[in-house]
């Protein structure tokens, strides 16, 4: 990759209170030298005011779906006055539920009947019709649904904000976005597209971040790629989790509050220490939003076991279409839950005791200050967080990792190869892969080479990851013998 020294930033000590100019980023030459600025797009600001559908369906209310087999038929339609799914049994098929389909001049205009009795339309042929038609088309897949969150459609990132979609910058009614997929909405996530921000720009997160005490310089890195991408969890091929561990007053709290949450506005489940996993799974339904687990402790054997369930959901997750989980009902009808979340815990320490899920989670270790200059260090790190990450840096941050992501997906598969090459273990590489690319977003908007990742990463600490790779049960077989 050819340099341009001028627009990359630098990780090194600087003045109290400002953020340096860009400079040269010592730790990543020459590897993460980017190209000449790419000069982003403006996207068009989302407003409530959203073009007329231009070519109006022949039925503007409703469409049926097809049928489902749970304990009986049950027919699903979509309406598109609400954005929702609906489900009836035939025997709930009445005046009342057919109008929450189309309105009564619908009906009369389509389905009208002679006589005076006051019922102006035929409401058994209109039963019989619906019936037939959701027969025809078979069995309805669940897994169409799409919720709130980010998603891939026709190779295009799709943002689905609850109330809206927004497809290449430009926001879009439900009906509007012709698709094999039915958005359904939901609650507003209050995300907007704006100019994205230029590289050198949001490579200061990547500087405050390194102003924390953290174990490895490489974590701070981590930290600001999981950020990226987590937002955009639905659209990913791998969904990474992290997990922050530091002794009590460390900061742990203020770092998932400062850096976390408050990047991802919100678009993220806030979920705390008495979370379960039931209650994870029922409050996402079909959504593709990350999920921030405070405060996850196991400090006796109730706790212990409610995280071990999470962290059951949180493994399935990890692949790329959605881990299936299926429960069953007193009712002796199975409930299907597709999670394509990206999960953060924090806790003093991590309660990861399975191999499997050792390799779907990184763990970043942030540990206490015991420098003498330690409170002034902290308010200057205030000064220059609360000077750079206002509401238009989030907005515009957020737009970087929506424009770059067709470009992160294909440098996560470069990068998982070189993380394969050298920790010689597929999965860390995938969980490590997607996390780079991110971090490498705020660098670069290029793709990268196979040599150069691979020399990037042969020159990090990577002990941690290696130390995981060493512990499978074969080696840990040996070395117990």
């Avoid at 709130?148 to 509007?176: E, M, Q, T, Y």
């Avoid at 039915?182 to 050198?200: D, S, V």
């Avoid at 070189?418 to 780079?436: E, F």
């Avoid at 150069?452 to 060493?470: F, G, P, V, Y």
Wanted: net charge neutral; charged share 25%.
């Amino acid at each position: 990759l050819q340099a341009n020294k001028s627009d990359i930033p630098t990780v090194s000590e600087h003045a109290p209170n400002e953020i340096p100019e860009p400079a040269i980023v010592d730790i990543l030459k020459p590897v993460f030298e980017a190209p000449a600025e790419i000069i982003p797009p403006v996207f068009k600001p989302v407003t409530p005011e959203i073009e007329e559908v231009e070519n109006v369906p022949k039925n503007p209310y409703f469409k049926c779906l097809g049928h489902e087999n749970n304990g009986g038929t049950i027919y699903v339609f979509f309406n598109y006055r609400t954005n929702s799914v609906l489900r009836y049994t035939s025997s709930s098929f009445s005046g009342s539920t057919i109008l929450q389909l189309a309105p009564l001049n619908y009906w009369e205009g389509n389905y009208g009947k002679d006589g005076r009795s006051g019922v102006k339309y035929d409401i058994a042929r209109i039963i019989d019709n619906l019936i037939s038609i959701c027969s025809k088309l078979g069995i309805f897949d669940n897994n169409m649904i799409r919720g709130r969150g980010a998603w891939i459609d026709k190779k295009v990132p799709v943002i689905h904000c609850g109330s809206h979609l927004i497809v290449n910058g430009v926001a879009k009614r439900f009906s509007d976005y012709k698709s094999n997929f039915i958005y359904e909405a939901g609650k507003e996530l209050g995300f907007n597209l704006t100019t994205p921000l230029k590289k050198h720009e949001a490579y200061k997160l990547v500087q405050l971040l390194s102003r924390l005490n953290w174990s490895r310089p490489l974590e701070a890195k981590l930290l600001a790629g999981w950020i990226v991408i987590a937002p955009l969890c639905g659209a990913l091929n791998w969904r990474p989790h992290l997990w922050l561990t530091g002794a009590s007053g460390s900061g742990k709290s203020e770092i998932i509050k400062m850096f976390v949450k408050n990047f991802m506005r919100e678009m993220f489940v806030d979920a705390q220490s008495e979370t379960t996993e039931a209650g994870i799974r029922q409050f996402l339904k079909a959504d593709a939003l990350p999920v921030v687990f405070d405060e996850a402790e196991s400090e006796d054997k109730k706790s212990a076991e409610r995280m071990q369930a999470v962290l059951n959901i949180m493994r399935a997750s990890s692949t790329s279409d959605g881990g299936k989980i299926i429960k069953g009902s007193s009712g002796g009808v199975a409930a299907e839950f597709n999670i394509r979340s990206c999960f953060a815990f924090s806790s003093i320490a991590s309660a990861i005791h399975q191999r499997s899920d050792q390799s779907r989670i990184t763990v970043l270790e942030i540990l206490p200050d015991l420098s003498d200059d330690k409170k002034e260090r902290w308010t200057e790190t205030l000064k220059m967080y609360y000077e750079t990450v206002t509401d238009e840096y989030i907005e515009r941050f957020q737009s970087r990792s929506v424009w770059l992501l067709p470009t992160i997906l294909r440098n996560a598969k470069v990068f998982s190869n070189a993380a394969s090459i050298v920790l010689n273990n597929q999965r860390t590489g995938d969980q490590l892969g997607i996390i780079l690319a991110a971090y490498y977003s705020l660098t670069s908007e290029s793709e990268i080479s196979l040599e150069s990742a691979t020399k990037w990463m042969i020159e990090q600490d990577l002990s941690e990851e290696k130390l995981a790779n060493e512990s499978r049960d074969e080696i840990k077989l040996i070395n117990h013998l």
